[in-house]
C-alpha cells in the first residue's frame, strides 16, 4: 500500500491551495482518511480526518478554512485550504486506517504518504 500526496507550492497568505493523496497498490480502501502537517521544528499535527460515510473532524486552527473530501471511485483524497496563512507553512502529510474512529493522533495511523511541501508568504 503506497499513498501518494501532491499538490504543495508556495503561495502568497490569503491564497487558496488544493492537496491530493492518492492511495494505491492492491485493493487497499481505507476507512479513514487523514492530513496532517509537520512545521520544522515542530511535532507533526492533526489537520483533518474523513470518514467513509462522510463524517468530519478538523483542528481548531484550521477550522472554517480547510476542507477536507474524498473521490471514492479513485480513492483519492483532498485537503482543500483557503485563506492560507503564514503558519501554516508545513510539510503536509496524508495517512489512512481502517476502524471507525477518527483519531487525531499520529500513532493511530499505520499508512503515510511522503508528504508535501506547503508555503505560505506573508
Known amino acids: 500500500v503506497q499513498l501518494q500526496a501532491s499538490g504543495g507550492g508556495l503561495v502568497e497568505a490569503g491564497n487558496s491551495l488544493r492537496l491530493s493523496c492518492t492511495a494505491s497498490?492492491?485493493?487497499?480502501?481505507?476507512?479513514?482518511m487523514a492530513w496532517f502537517r509537520q512545521a520544522p521544528g515542530k511535532e507533526r499535527e492533526f489537520v483533518s480526518a474523513?470518514?467513509?460515510?462522510?463524517?468530519?473532524s478538523y483542528a481548531e486552527s484550521v477550522r472554517g478554512r480547510f476542507t477536507t473530501d474524498r473521490d471514492y471511485d479513485a480513492d483519492t483524497w483532498y485537503l482543500q485550504m483557503n485563506s492560507l496563512k503564514p503558519e501554516d507553512t508545513a510539510k503536509y502529510y496524508c495517512?489512512?486506517?481502517?476502524?471507525?474512529?477518527?483519531?487525531?493522533?499520529?500513532?493511530?495511523?499505520?499508512?503515510w504518504g511522503q508528504g508535501t511541501q506547503v508555503t505560505v508568504s506573508s
Open positions: 495517512a489512512a486506517r481502517d476502524g471507525s474512529i477518527l483519531y487525531s493522533a499520529v500513532e493511530k495511523y499505520p499508512y
Open positions: 497498490g492492491g485493493t487497499f480502501s481505507p476507512d479513514i
Open positions: 474523513l470518514k467513509r460515510r462522510g463524517v468530519k
